[in-house]
C-alpha cells in the first residue's frame, strides 16, 4: 500500500489547508532566507560579505547591500555575524512581481501592485497551466516542484496544473542558471507559447545565476533573455513558497517582500 494511503487513512484528510489558513504551519522547522537587522550593522565590517558564497552580500559606503535574488539560504552569514545583524528565520515565501524588490532598499517603499501585462485575473480568474524548463538545474528545485502534486500540496485544487506542451501553457516556469546550451530550447518553448503568457524564474540560479553565475557555462540566469514577471528565489525554493508565488501571479496572494524586507 502506498504510504501516502497508509498516511491518509490515519490522519483523515492529508492536504494542507494552505493558504486557506495562512497562519498554517507549513513548513515547521524549514530555515528561510536570513532577516537583516540594519541597526546593529559595524560600519565597514565586510565579516558576513566576505563569508557569502553566492556574492548576494557587499559593502558599499560602510553599509551592507543585500541582494535575496543571489541569496541560497546556506546561513554562513548568521554563524559569522558578530552583533547578530543577520539571524536565521522561517521566511520562505520571497515571491516578488519586480527584481529590484529582492534588494535591500533603505525606505521601504509601497507602490501599488501593477496589473500584469493584460489582466491575468481577467483571463485566468482560478486557473492557470505551466510549462516546465529545466534550464541548468542541479535538481534541487525539480524536486520541489514534483511534491506539489503529492496529495499533501495537491496543486490541482487551487486550478494550477502542469502541462507538457508550450502551446497550452500560460505560464513559463524556468528552473537553473540558464545554460548557454538551454538558451535555444527555451527560447522554442517561449516562442511557442499562445498570448498571453508569462514568465517565473524559480530558484537562485534562474532569478540571478546562483554560484555557477557568470562562469564559462552561463551568465546570470534568466537577466536579459526572456521578459520576467515573477521572481522566486531560494536554493531551492520549498512548495509552499513556489504555491504562494503562483497565487501571487494569479493576484490570490499579497506580496510579502518590498525593498528587501520581509512583511511577514
Known amino acids: 500500500m502506498p504510504v501516502w494511503t497508509l498516511f491518509g487513512l490515519g490522519r483523515g484528510l492529508a492536504t494542507t489547508p494552505w493558504p486557506g489558513k495562512q497562519d498554517a504551519a507549513v513548513q515547521p522547522g524549514v530555515l528561510?532566507?536570513?532577516?537583516?537587522?540594519?541597526?546593529?550593522?559595524?560600519?565597514?565590517?565586510?565579516?558576513?560579505?566576505?563569508?557569502?558564497?553566492?556574492?548576494?552580500?557587499?559593502?558599499?559606503?560602510?553599509?551592507?547591500?543585500?541582494?535575496?535574488?543571489?541569496?541560497?539560504?546556506?546561513?554562513?552569514?548568521?554563524?559569522?555575524?558578530?552583533?547578530?545583524?543577520?539571524?536565521?528565520?522561517?521566511?520562505?515565501?520571497?515571491?516578488?512581481?519586480?527584481?529590484?524588490?529582492?534588494?535591500?532598499?533603505?525606505?521601504?517603499?509601497?507602490?501599488?501592485?501593477?496589473?500584469?501585462?493584460?489582466?491575468?485575473?481577467?483571463?485566468?480568474k482560478r486557473s492557470l497551466h505551466i510549462r516546465h524548463v529545466d534550464a541548468g538545474s542541479c535538481n534541487g528545485c525539480e524536486s520541489e516542484l514534483q511534491a506539489l502534486n503529492n496529495p499533501f500540496y495537491n496543486l490541482h485544487r487551487l486550478g494550477i496544473f502542469f502541462t507538457p506542451s508550450p502551446r497550452f501553457a500560460d505560464l513559463l516556469l524556468v528552473t537553473g542558471s540558464v545554460t548557454y546550451a538551454m538558451r535555444g530550447p527555451l527560447q522554442e518553448t517561449w516562442n511557442a507559447m499562445p498570448e498571453p503568457r508569462w514568465v517565473m524564474a524559480t530558484g537562485t540560479c534562474a532569478v540571478s545565476g546562483g554560484v555557477t553565475g557568470g562562469g564559462y557555462a552561463c551568465g546570470h540566469g534568466l537577466e536579459g533573455i526572456l521578459p520576467v514577471d515573477l521572481y522566486l528565489p531560494g536554493c531551492p525554493p520549498n512548495p509552499s513558497a513556489i504555491i504562494h508565488a503562483l497565487l501571487l501571479l494569479l493576484h490570490r496572494a499579497g506580496q510579502r517582500v518590498s525593498g528587501g524586507r520581509y512583511a511577514g
Request: net charge negative.
Open 32 to 124: 528561510g532566507l536570513p532577516r537583516y537587522q540594519s541597526d546593529r550593522c559595524d560600519e565597514d565590517c565586510r565579516v558576513c560579505a566576505e563569508a557569502c558564497l553566492p556574492g548576494a552580500m557587499d559593502v558599499k559606503d560602510g553599509k551592507l547591500l543585500l541582494d535575496y535574488g543571489k541569496c541560497i539560504g546556506c546561513q554562513l552569514c548568521t554563524e559569522v555575524c558578530p552583533n547578530e545583524v543577520l539571524t536565521k528565520s522561517q521566511d520562505w515565501a520571497f515571491g516578488v512581481r519586480e527584481r529590484k524588490d529582492l534588494v535591500w532598499a533603505e525606505a521601504l517603499a509601497s507602490p501599488a501592485a501593477r496589473e500584469l501585462k493584460n489582466g491575468i485575473r481577467r483571463h485566468f
